[in-house]
């Protein structure tokens, strides 16, 4: 066969689904010869993110060696950044000024700060400022070099760490790994990843702003499997091995991987399927997608929020459009909890307001509540008319888009709305859920829908907290329920749907499913 390039391996690993990443991977230049650095960059320039110019190796080699590396790697549109070691030398010898003019003159397009060995005299908004001077970026590790693994106590100050230098201005930050990835960071002393602590970190800052450091395969490979391989930010070191060398193999394990969780499942929720996300606001919105769709209502502040609690507590719980059609229920119930709020006010008759902080604090488990709300659970009964419809709130986004990849080829994320405005609250949630489909294969569905998504991208649970519904639960004295609502973004495993006005666990992880059947049988 006469080869006519009409055939190329991007369309053939489409074909066979394995599918397209961006750029994810750090990789570290340990002092290679420039002629084998270029021909990495010329193979695999497409999969670096940045690329890090070895430890101090490049202030003692040829300089125009140095200078042709980095000039490579921008031909091929790939940043550069120095490490941190060389940086730490600079502020001990008081010479911080020349390092950066220096960096600046090289062509890099970054710094690395950091205190692996010493302690830094200097401010984040000072060296940051200094950078930004010389048209340089910052990025900064985070974990000593010698203190051994991360411990409980140390995660919040590196955090508290973190987010002063972001503030600062810093671009990244650099989870300590050192080149053995063994009783250092998230490693413990057997090489084994501690991936809550991983979670901590991307929690607190955003995969996007977090890259950890994975020197080996087994920290590589671990990392991969622990935070999805379509977006676990890695820096690859050299530590003896080839690590640019081995750059392509490990971005074909991100793909593969990815392909595989799609047609194994597993890892639950990470089945990718081609199909759309749409994002809407309002009850009415709902019977647009009666035809082809699953839906998930949202109303964090407050009635999903109230909904999931009550049954990931063990309790029953309905929702009902109206109040009248609450006590109808009632009747058909044994010794029910009226649950609820109309424009703000608890109903006459109802037992307690539409609260999850309140309805948390009892024990009257053996109770099935019946809930109403001025908005969130009309959108609930809206969308029971629809192929199927969901619950979410900020307790269980994260896993709710896991579950749904993959079900359904269409699915539409409805904010309940409040007084006829989008709410923060609700955006976000929906925003986050949205995007989670879109890593796991989804398209966005408009670009009103992408716009929500780009608007929420790499916010905190804090971010809403100046909006009017923050606003209204502060003024009506029910800061309970926002305080309830912040402190529990992300904690519930489970999938939680509506069956004939009825909340149920569709699917959970054993200690959700185990808690309801224990409280299922206990009533």
């Known amino acids: 066969m006469v080869s006519t390039g009409k055939f190329h391996t991007s369309n053939y690993l489409a074909l066979i689904g394995v599918p397209s990443l961006p750029p994810c991977t750090s990789a570290f230049d340990p002092g290679y010869d420039p002629i084998t650095l270029k021909g990495h960059l010329e193979q695999s320039h497409h999969l670096i993110s940045i690329l890090k110019i070895s430890m101090a190796c490049w202030l003692v080699a040829e300089e125009s060696a140095t200078r042709s590396k980095i000039a490579a790697a921008k031909s091929f549109g790939v940043p550069t950044v120095t490490g941190g070691t060389p940086f730490e030398i600079a502020v001990a010898q008081g010479q911080l000024a020349a390092y950066l003019d220096l960096c600046a003159d090289v062509g890099v397009t970054r710094v690395e700060a950091g205190e692996g060995f010493t302690e830094m005299p200097l401010g984040a908004r000072s060296v940051v400022n200094m950078a930004r001077e010389r048209g340089l970026e910052v990025q900064f590790e985070l974990g000593k070099k010698h203190d051994g693994a991360f411990r409980m106590d140390l995660i919040d100050a590196l955090i508290a760490q973190g987010q002063c230098w972001l503030d600062a201005g810093a671009v990244e930050l650099i989870v300590e790994a050192r080149e053995s990835a063994k009783g250092v960071g998230l490693f413990d002393e057997h090489g084994d990843l501690n991936g809550a602590f991983a979670d901590r970190f991307a929690d607190a800052f955003g995969l996007e702003r977090v890259t950890y450091e994975a020197p080996n395969k087994p920290s590589q490979f671990a990392l991969i499997n622990h935070l999805g391989p379509p977006r676990a930010p890695l820096q690859y070191q050299a530590g003896g091995a080839a690590a640019c060398r081995d750059l392509s193999a490990r971005a074909a394990f991100r ?252 699917s959970a992880a054993p200690h959700v499913a185990a808690r309801v059947k224990e409280r299922a049988d206990a009533i």
């Open 255 to 506: 793909r593969i991987r990815r392909a595989q969780l799609a047609a194994d499942g597993s890892r639950a929720g990470l089945r990718l399927m081609p199909g759309t996300v749409i994002i809407d606001c309002f009850p009415e919105s709902a019977v647009r997608y009666r035809d082809g769709h699953a839906v998930v209502a949202i109303d964090v502040v407050r009635a999903t929020t109230t909904a999931i609690t009550a049954v990931a507590m063990g309790r029953r719980c309905f929702v009902v459009p109206t109040v009248d059609a609450a006590f109808a229920l009632a009747t058909k119930l044994n010794h029910p909890l009226l649950v609820g709020e109309q424009r703000g006010v608890m109903p006459a008759g109802f037992d307690i307001n539409n609260s999850p902080a309140a309805l948390f604090a009892r024990d009257d488990l053996h109770r099935p509540a019946v809930l109403l709300s001025s908005s969130g659970t009309r959108l609930c009964c809206e969308a029971q008319a629809c192929a199927a419809a969901y619950l979410a709130c900020l307790r269980n986004y994260a896993s709710l888009a896991h579950h749904l990849a993959g079900r359904f080829a269409n699915i539409a994320v409805i904010g309940a709305g409040t007084k006829g405005e989008f709410r923060e609250e609700d955006q976000m949630c929906c925003a986050w859920v949205a995007d989670i489909l879109v890593d796991l294969g989804y398209r966005p569905d408009g670009r009103a829908t992408q716009d929500i998504i780009e608007k929420w991208r790499g916010a905190t649970p804090q971010d809403w907290v100046h909006g009017k519904s923050a606003a209204y639960l502060r003024r009506s004295g029910q800061l309970d329920d926002l305080e309830f609502i912040l402190d529990h973004v992300d904690d519930l495993d489970a999938l939680f749907a509506l069956r004939d006005g009825e909340v149920i666990v569709e």
